[in-house]
């Protein structure tokens, strides 16, 4: 091999040098440039379908067993600069800890109510996210076992009654049922739980009376006294309540399904003899205890069936605490005292909710206790002491067929064959009824009414033109306006106005103007008189054929006996309607009361 040999001659000496044969290096092949063999193509296509073991490199491609993965080159990174971090302050920034957030949560009032003689706690609270005030009922909480022990015991009882129907009418008997079911309730539940305290007994028949007896939780906020509205809109949202201090408030009660709220509506509604159906799907009722009630059904409430509840109170006002709160004075009551007792007409104006009702009866115990008082209303309302002679009518809604009606008109046309001495009209809205009403007033009956109307010169315009439409020389029968307001920001309720009605005759004209004799000054919360009374007071020297001195002498006793019981703190309806009674039978014991400023008992 010449190209391995090296000859030369060194004298005679001749040499041939061997060249060693280089290693031969594999060149290594670079697999990321080299495309794929096929064979190892098809190879591993079928190992695809076999399911055989097998895996896909970053590229996707799928490699045998045994095959290594090409390495790619890594990458370079860019250089990235660090980011600047915001500097905080301690002092400006502190973290949030569990007790911080228990304080964001606001208690405006917190106080406890009893239902049934189970007591709980009601807090008036709002959350930063809330948009209104929540009115949350801490209830009783209990497990599963104790739902299955109320339900059998609710059948155990029910099973063991019979009722009948018309007997739920009776307020009384409803009381003797209550008490029954109370009794033979505590026994179920000494049987099946002889260890339980008598706390939790007396609880837990609490709550099964409201179940069976009541309307479930929606009891504790019927006996809550800050309450004044209850409000269920639908099965969807919680309960709402107006409350006198604060407005409306969003409960955290709920009413399970439109199934129970339909129920609920007709529990109320037998037990005053009427019903609520799809067929009849609106309901004007009230409670046992006075609370009036509407109840309206779906479709004719598109979001689900509903309930209003106003309430009024157990104890009802007196005109001692309308003087105590501001809502009147004394001169002014004292001059309706005796527009009343000596016989002369009154109608109360205002607007919704602003207290007419309860001011017409506050103006009740005026009343002799030996006159006939019959009253008519749609829904029960007012509250009269027991010593007054009164008999209470109220209108019955037809029946599915139409037939049965009872209305106010029917009421009042039945009332003058009753022999009444004073006629209570609850409201006036349709014409037939206030004729009625007004012949009443001409043919010598005193009467008492309430219409919507803002100002005593509103009040005529609403009674002389339609849909009312008072013939205006029926109108003079009327002596006294009592214009009731509510301040919508504080809700307080004021008198606002009272007027006297003066009828004016132009040549052939004939008309009925308002004498503003008092009103109610917003910027000093007082009510200032502005004229004297004229055909009033001509009236009750008319009437009384006593001379102008008597009259005003007696005018302020009366004023010095209102100051008085305002003075010792006389209230209660009972209580008023007795002193005013005494009164009438021997006045000059409470005007020696009075004078020696000495209590009433």
Known sequence: MPGNKKSFNIGKWAFTIKKPKKAITPRKEKTEELPPIVEEIKEAKELR??????????????????????????????????????????????????????????????????????????????????????????????????????????????????????????????????????????????????????????????????????????????????????????????????????????????????????????????????????????????????????????????????????????????????????????????????????????????????GKTSLLNVCMPFIQPNHRIITMEETRELSLPPYLHWVPLTTREPNIEGKGEVSLYDLLVNSLRMRPDRMVLGEVRRAKEVEVLFEGMHTGHSAYTTVHANTALETILRLVNPPINVPINMLESVHLNLVMYRNRRTGQRRLFEVAEFIPEKREVEQRIRPNVLFRWNPATDTIVQREPPTRVWDELLLVTGAPDRELKKELLEKEMILNWMVKKNITGVHKVGKLMAEYYLNPERILSLAKSNKGFE
């Open 49 to 354: 379908k076999k399911r055989a073991p097998g895996r896909k490199n970053g590229l996707g491609k799928w490699l045998l067993p045994g095959k290594k993965p090409v390495k790619k080159a890594p990458e370079k990174k860019k250089a990235v600069l660090p980011e600047a971090k915001p500097v905080i302050k301690k002092e400006t920034v502190k973290p949030v800890t569990i007790k911080e957030k228990a304080v964001e949560k606001q208690v405006k009032e917190e106080y406890a109510i009893e239902s049934n003689e189970v007591m709980v706690t009601v807090s008036i609270e709002r959350k930063p996210e809330d948009f209104v005030w929540n009115y949350v009922l801490h209830l009783p909480v209990y497990g599963v076992g104790t739902k299955v022990l109320l339900e059998n015991l609710k059948n155990i009882l029910i099973a063991d009654q019979a009722i009948q129907p018309e007997k739920m009418l009776d307020p009384k008997f409803l009381e003797t049922l209550r008490t029954r079911f109370s009794e033979k309730a505590t026994k179920l539940i000494e049987k099946e739980v002889p260890s339980i305290t008598e706390e939790d007994k007396r609880i837990l028949v609490g709550l099964l009376l409201q179940e069976m007896l009541g309307l479930g939780r929606m009891e504790f906020l019927l006996n809550d006294p800050g309450i004044e509205e209850i409000v269920v809109n639908s099965s969807k949202e919680p309960l709402w309540v107006y409350h006198k201090k604060i407005g409306w408030l969003v409960t955290n009660v709920w009413i399970e399904d439109e199934k129970q709220i339909h129920n609920y509506a007709s529990i109320i509604a037998r037990r005053i003899g009427k019903q609520i159906t799809f067929l009849a799907p609106l309901l004007d009722a009230h409670l046992i205890t006075g609370d009036r009630v509407n109840a309206t059904l779906f479709p004719i409430s598109s979001q689900g069936n509903t309930i209003t509840i106003r309430k009024f109170r157990r104890d009802p006002w007196t005109v001692t605490d309308f003087i105590n709160n501001g809502t009147v004075n004394s001169k002014i009551m004292a001059l309706v005292w005796m527009a009343m007792q000596y016989e002369l007409n009154i109608v109360i104006s205002g607007g919704t909710a602003s």
